[in-house]
């Protein structure tokens, strides 16, 4: 029987929900992870009311909730959800897909994703449903892995990865679909939103030997404003207007 992509992404989660967090909320992980949702929180408005879509473990809508504002998460997979529902207990997660929300229409503020688009097989589904549940003057800000020189052996590595078994929490073959700035505007236009920023953040990786994180998360910020070629996640904000 053949396991469709989303199938297998969920299976995966559900199989690795008990160590995400030592990859994502522990030492470079935790930098890593932060100095992503740093660029959301920016582009988003503070104390809002927030759906984050892939919410995993919770990760970001604990950090978004930490000053004010109600979140809420969705996932496909079940076993993040319930390690969401331990980190805040006083929000609301729930199994579903980013592609078919199960929220009234304007029900939020601020709609957040976080490394999770690549896996989304039908981005304009998911853009569509983001549109239809923020409400107007509401601002989306998602970011994941982008499609340039740097991402493109990514792909092969995870194939590798896959079948040689290694246990990591991300390197398997999902067949992700990586975007770059001109797809993702046109994703975002077409969808109907206003005020669409697209720009590269992202230089030192989770994945790097301690010295070279640590270096490469000093230069980061001269990267992201000077030399973005050299960044690898794509970050878009928009606004419903
Ligand atoms: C790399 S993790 C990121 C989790 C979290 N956003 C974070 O920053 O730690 C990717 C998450 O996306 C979820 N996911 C993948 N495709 C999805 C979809 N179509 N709808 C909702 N969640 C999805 C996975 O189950 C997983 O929890």
């Known amino acids: 029987m053949s396991v469709t992509k989303t199938e297998k992404i969920r299976k995966h989660y559900d199989t690795v929900a008990d160590t995400y967090d030592i990859h994502y909320d522990d030492h470079r992980g935790k930098k890593y992870h932060t100095h992503l949702s740093n660029h959301l929180m920016k582009a ?3 104390c809002g009311n927030l759906l984050d879509i892939g919410c995993g473990t919770g990760l970001f809508v604990e950090k978004y909730i930490q000053h ?3 979140g809420t998460g969705v996932d496909i997979s079940e076993k993040m959800v319930e390690k969401a529902r331990h980190r805040c207990p006083d929000c609301e997660f729930i199994v579903g897909t980013g592609e078919k929300l199960p929220f009234d229409d304007s029900t939020f503020n601020a709609v957040s994703s976080v490394l999770v688009f690549s896996y989304v097989k039908d ?3 998911m853009l569509s449903e983001v549109y239809r549940v ?3 003057g ?3 800000a998602l970011c994941t892995l982008g499609k340039k020189l740097i991402t493109s ?3 092969s590595l995870y194939k590798i990865g896959e079948k040689i078994r290694i246990k990591h929490v991300v ?6 679909h990586y975007y770059n700035e001109k797809e993702m505007y046109s994703l975002f236009d077409n969808a109907g939103f206003g005020d669409v920023d697209v720009k590269w953040c992202s230089f030192a990786h989770i994945d790097m030997i301690d010295p070279i994180f640590s270096l490469a998360a000093r230069v980061e910020p001269f990267v992201e404003k000077s030399v973005p070629q050299l960044a690898y996640n794509i970050f ?3 606004k419903k207007e």
């Open 44 to 46: 988003l408005p503070e």
């Open 68 to 70: 004010g504002g109600q």
């Open 123 to 125: 981005p304009v589904a």
């Open 134 to 136: 923020l409400e107007p």
């Open 138 to 140: 509401g601002s989306v």
């Open 153 to 155: 052996g990514i792909p």
């Open 171 to 176: 390197m398997k073959d999902f067949g992700e």
């Open 236 to 238: 878009v904000s928009a």
